[in-house]
Every structure is written in C-alpha cells, then in structure tokens.
C-alpha cells in the first residue's frame, strides 16, 4: 500500500464513494418501485422491469448482496481515509478524516442518492437490475452463506426469516389506491371502480322502490284501465298482481303485451298467460350477490321480501347499474326527483328520498346503518310521529318539518349551509 501513491488512493476512495451511492441509491429505488406497475412492465417484455421482479421474489437475497457490496466499500474507504490521513498529518489526523468521511458518505453516499432514488425508482432500479444479476450469479456461494447464517440466528429468537410479502390487496386497500389514483384515472372511471367497491356495502333495500311507490297491472281493474296504463307507461318491465300486491301474479314486458295488441289477443287472460312467474329476493341481500343472482338467472326485476314473506319493494337491474354508473346529469341533486333545492339554499326533500342516494349525491353526513329514507330517519330520531312546523337538528342538520300525512313525514326542509358554517 505504501508504494501506491496518494492521488491514487484520493482517485480510488472517490470511486469506492461513486459504488456506495449506488448501492443505496439502487436499493431505495427497488424497494420503493411500484409492484403492480413493475408486473405491468414485466409482462409487456421490458427487460429491466423482468430482472427487477426476478430479484424481488428474494428480497432477503438482494439485500443482502446489496448491504455485502455497500459495507464493503464503506469500510475499504475508511481504510483508506485511515491511510491518507497517516500519510498527511500522521495520528492525529486520523479522527479529522473520520468525521469528514462520515460527513461525504451521508451527504453523496446516502441522503442525495437516496432521495433521487425514491423520486425516479424506475431511472435508477432497472439498470441496476442488470448489474446485480451479474453479481447475484458471482457472489451467490457468499450470499447464500450469509443468508443461512441470518436464517439461523432469526430462529434461534423465534423469528421467521420469511415475512409476509404478499401483495394483495384488501377491499379497503383497493378504495384508497382509486382514491389516490389522481389524474392516472378519469374522474368518471374512479366513480365507476369506486361504486363497484361499494356494493359490497350495499344492500337491496337500498336501492329498492318501496311498495308504496310500486305500480303495475291489477288484474282486477276494468279493461280500459289496463289499456291506459299500457299506453302510457315508460317502464320496459310490468309488475303484474290480482287485486292488491299481496297476490303477485308475476312480470310481463311491454313489447309482449304489445305484440298481443297488435294481434288483437290482448286481454286479462293473455296477460295472466305470458306473465313470467315473479322473482324473490330476501331482505338483507348485499348489491354484489344481486347482481351475479340477476346475471345467472337472466333476471331483470326481483321482489323485495322481507323474513314473513311480505313485500317490501321492488329492485331493477337498472337500479344496480346506476350504482356503479350513476344518473347522467351534471347537477349533484337532479338526480334525485325528491329534493329541490330553494333560493335561500335550503332543501326541500320529500320523506321518500332514499338516505343513501342523498348522502350519495348531496355529500351531507346522514347516518347510513338505520332507516332508508328521510321519514324513517325523522320518526326514528324523535320516536313519534310529529305534527308539521317542527324543527330538529338531524346529525347535525337543521330539519324543519314542513308536511305530515297519512303518519308520515311528507315533506322536510333542510338547512345544510347552516351546517357547514359551524
């Protein structure tokens, strides 16, 4: 050593400092890639992105190839600073060039190197991948050998060497990387994914029309009634029932009844004949399970029952698309017929309004675990039915009760700008 000269050994230090930075750089940069955009580059045939995902398979491999050739040059760079240090100002100087060696290696060897790392990974970690590949296949005897010594170790405290590298993701998970997704996903697209998660969550009674709203063919209404809701109805799907909706006869479509009428066959009979038996659907059903039970059973509109068999509602698997899709309008409360927003900007909504799609449109934090609808949300908050011109506070909410009847609340006034200004 002492017939190697000091600018050598000043040229060599400087290369040892250049390896150390890419050790840390290279690890930072592997460890921090994104996996699933790395899967997506691997399967497309990028080569670094290939090897990168190869290594990761064995973390505690590449780590430990990485921590041999960092700690290397680290402590042969001491050496040599302890050489040089001798050399120029004898013992003394030897402290002197520990700190200024400390204070090069976490500067350019550490903090730049790493911080350039985990903001350009995919820069820094696919032509490293080659690189340690190569050494991977050189050192692997070494590696190998220091890897069984850490295994060892590991279990002598009760230790796994082996940690849980899964990267699956749980439904949660998934929400939050939509959320974050940012500009990578279309606003609409994330509406779309983010109400596909959120049928899980959902259940038929969620997005049923209630039996007071439900409408349909009686078949004992007279003859010319039947022909007039025929002739003006929009709906594709008719519910078809004999005197009331306790005796569901079952569901016909419009077109059928249509080709009757033009064969001049339409008639209380014929549309008993090609109605299509009804389709239940017990209370509590979660959206995700409605949606795979309409698909296998090529179902159009189920019957909400509750546990006694009575019905509670009707389901269409129009309501179900429009939770992932959601209603195309561009005003947040069109959608929903049963809130109209006043001058003042308060709300007047109808005690029929679905809680959820209001909450779902509106942004206002109503509590989703108990009734479906405003009334129930009213008369469940103050235990009675009351009279109109009440006020409440609704979680938080101004609520003023405009219109009672028939035991319900028909109509109620929100104040939500009051709400956020507190």
Not at 46 to 66: C, S
Request: with cysteine; glycine share 6%; net charge negative.
């Amino acid at each position: 050593m002492s017939d190697i000269s000091t600018g050598m050994l000043f040229a060599t230090m400087l290369l040892l400092l250049l390896c150390s930075a890419f050790f840390s750089s290279s690890e930072t940069a592997l460890m921090v890639l994104n996996r699933y955009r790395l899967r997506h580059l691997s399967q497309q045939g990028h080569r670094g992105a290939q090897l990168a995902e190869k290594l990761l398979e064995t973390p505690d491999r590449l780590i430990g190839l990485i921590l041999l050739g960092n700690n290397f040059v680290n402590i042969f760079a001491s050496a040599l600073a302890t050489i040089v240090a001798l050399r120029l100002g004898g013992e003394p100087a030897i402290a002197i060039a520990t700190g200024l060696l400390t204070l090069v290696v976490l500067i350019y060897a550490e903090v730049i190197p790493k911080t350039v790392a985990a903001s350009r990974p995919e820069t820094i970690a696919f032509p490293a991948a080659y690189v340690y590949t190569l050494l991977l296949k050189i050192l692997y005897p070494l590696v190998w050998l220091i890897n069984r010594i850490t295994h060892l170790h590991l279990r002598m405290l009760g230790l796994s060497g082996s940690g849980n590298d899964s990267t699956s993701l749980s439904q949660e998970e998934l929400r939050t990387v939509v959320n974050e997704a940012g500009a990578m996903i279309r606003d609409r697209d994330q509406q779309m994914l983010i109400g596909i998660l959120d049928l899980e969550k959902a259940t038929a009674e969620d997005i049923m029309v209630p039996r007071n709203e439900v409408t349909g063919i009686d078949l004992q209404d007279p003859y010319d009634d039947i022909e007039d809701f025929l002739e003006h109805t929009h709906f594709a799907r008719i519910l078809v029932f004999d005197g009331s909706l306790d005796n569901i006869v079952g569901t016909i479509h419009s077109r059928q009844c249509l080709q009757l009428a033009l064969q001049k066959r339409l008639s209380k009979e014929s549309i008993r004949k090609h109605s299509r038996e009804p389709y239940y659907i017990p209370e509590g059903t979660p959206l995700s399970t409605l949606m795979i039970n309409f698909q296998r059973d090529r179902r159009r509109l189920g019957l909400l029952v509750d546990e006694y068999g009575d019905l509670q509602g009707l389901v269409t698997f129009a309501n179900l698309v429009e939770e992932i899709i959601g209603e195309f309008t561009t005003d947040p409360t069109a959608s929903i017929k049963e809130v109209h927003r006043q001058e003042d900007g308060s709300y007047m909504v109808s005690g029929n309004a679905n809680v959820r799609e209001l909450v779902k449109n509106t942004g206002w934090k109503l509590p989703l675990d108990g009734p479906k609808t405003v009334n129930g949300l009213i008369l469940e908050y103050l235990e009675s039915i009351p009279e109109a011109n009440i006020s409440l506070l609704l979680s938080g909410y101004p609520v003023e009760i405009m219109q009672v009847e028939d035991n319900m609340v028909r109509v109620a006034r929100f104040q939500p700008a009051l709400y956020k200004k507190q």
